[in-house]
């Protein structure tokens, strides 16, 4: 697997090469020169992470620890939608 390093500047510069990058393997990005973060595919993430790959985006969230005793319950949509959401 190969990994690429590339400056916090760098990738808010150039986000497209970034992700490009990403999909020969993990790009670690550097704050001030020391690792801070990691891009990953999400393939790879569900990999490293054995989370299921059919989770919504709420299970995923709800599966996180930092969101442990937070409930929420998205409100429920009631007649119907007559005009764009922005």
Known sequence: MITHTLSARELAQNLSHAKRLATEGPVFIT???KPA???LR???FH???GQQQDMSLLEMMQSMPSTQGIDY???RLIGELREPVY
């Open 47 to 49: 990999a490293l992470s």
């Open 42 to 44: 999400i393939e790879d």
């Open 31 to 33: 704050d001030r020169g």
């Open 73 to 75: 319950e998205a409100p």
């Open 37 to 39: 973060f990691a891009l």
